[in-house]
């Protein structure tokens, strides 16, 4: 095994464990990388009780104090860039380049981390002669945050930095995928000078998420990933009383103008179904051309063909998730959609036990077809046809997710149209992957997200701190 069997993070340590464990897989190669702790309630229990004894010291910092950390974290993740990102392809498969990039976005949220004492200045007001009001923001408690396979550095930063800096302590949950990155971010957080205890990492999968939303000690849960468990998450969170936000999947339309340009479309629309091999919330899922778009098409499929797997696109995560989307492109093929681009069966030399599959494109997906309906997850773009702008945005809305959607046109009065109709959180400018970054928040609407606010920028302060408001008299001056 190319990295040793992982253990839980608990108290600053890497603590013994004997339970049961799962083989980590390459999806590069298909070989064991490590074997990953299944954890039960009782690793939960003792992380959950070792962030509650960690909590007291931690909260009582002042926010300037508690920041100083964050500025060491972000300069190790920095530091150590090219050490993490080869972690990050190793356990996802996805490039190198792909994989320096989320340690970009991890050191972003730290610097909002880093910037939150000068965020969180209360409020006061003389609000009766005499009486003034006031408002302090605390924090929580011991928290929780349960994170997916397809970003292992970049999701978990979206909570993180920020929580701990708010001044709670943390159980991280890992998906059991990806769960090398999250042992050295533990690492780097106790040599930023994090104290011990106040960041844990509990292994597992459903039993430790359980565990989580179970726990009474745990006041609130974040949970990032496909819509049924982050329904079933949300759901057993709050039936606990907790405050629980669950960002859940996607399927994310790319509305195509007839005035669109032929060049940005076409390139930009591939970064987003085939970038992380399509493994984004934020892909592109489903392309709808408003009138003739062939020209963007033509290019967007000789640009997908220049694609090599194994280098500029890197293996989806797992056998099952493979056979899953090449299910998905057989069903639509026989349902009488035409396959453009076909990256089923793809072999890369000298990995050929890896998970690789090749952009796919598909033109004339009707609508009520599966493919053009539940989420793919992988390089596959849908190509539907609408006759105007009514067509389109009526396709976009019958989704039940909401994440992101995107228009592409060089006309201001077509976009706003798109922008004002389109039913989803995010919504891209000829742009294909309209992240919004800090200080802005991430988080989509209907299905894609369960839970008010966003899970980064401004609401995540709401989200991690209880307000306190304080009302004063004092006597007259004597
Ligand atoms: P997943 O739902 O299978 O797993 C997410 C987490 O939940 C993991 O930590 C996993 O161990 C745990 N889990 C799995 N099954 C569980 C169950 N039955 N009960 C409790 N916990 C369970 O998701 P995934 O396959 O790791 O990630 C891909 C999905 O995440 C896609 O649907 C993608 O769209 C979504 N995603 C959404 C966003 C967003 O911001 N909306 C961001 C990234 C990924």
Known sequence: MKYNKLRNYIGGQAIEYSGPCTDLVSPSDGTILSEVPISTANEVATAVATASAAFTEWSALIPKER???????????????????????????KTLPESRAEVVRAMEVTEFACSLPQLIGGEVLEVSRGVECRLERAPLGVVASICPFNFPIMVPHWTI?????????????????????????????????????????VHGSRDAV????????????????????????????????????ALGGAKNHLV??????????????????AGCAGQR?????????????????????????????????GPVISAAAKERIEGFIAE????GAKVLVDGRNVVVEGKEKGFYLGPTVIDHVHEDM??????????????????????AVKIENSSPYGNAAAVYTTNGGGAREFIERASAGMIGINVGVPVPLEPFGFGGWNDSKFGVGDITGKSSIEFWTQSKKITSRWPDEK
């Open 67 to 93: 920041a100083q950390v964050f500025y060491r974290y972000r300069a190790l993740l920095e530091q150590h860039m090219d050490e993490i990102a080869q972690i990050v392809h190793d356990e996802n498969g």
């Open 161 to 201: 930095p920020i929580a701990l800096a708010l001044g709670n302590s943390m159980i991280f949950k890992p998906s059991e995928h990806v769960p090398l990155s999250a042992q050295r971010v533990a690492e780097l957080l106790t040599e930023s000078g994090l104290p011990d205890g106040v960041f844990n990492v």
């Open 210 to 245: 359980e565990a989580l939303c179970d726990h009474p000690q745990i006041e609130a849960i974040t949970f990032v990933g496909s819509t049924p468990t982050a329904k079933a998450v949300y759901r057993r969170a709050t039936s606990h009383l907790k405050r629980a936000l």
């Open 256 to 273: 195509v103008l007839p005035d669109a340009d032929v060049e940005q479309t076409a390139s930009n629309a591939l970064a987003s179904m």
């Open 281 to 313: 919330c934020m892909a592109a899922a489903s392309m709808v051309g408003v009138g003739p778009i062939d020209p963007i098409i033509e290019r967007l499929c000789q640009q997908a063909q220049a694609m090599v797997p194994g280098e500029t696109i």
């Open 332 to 335: 639509a093929e026989t349902q």
């Open 370 to 391: 599966r493919i053009a309906q539940e989420e793919v997850f992988g390089p596959v773009l849908c190509i539907l046809r609408a006759r105007d702008m009514d067509e």
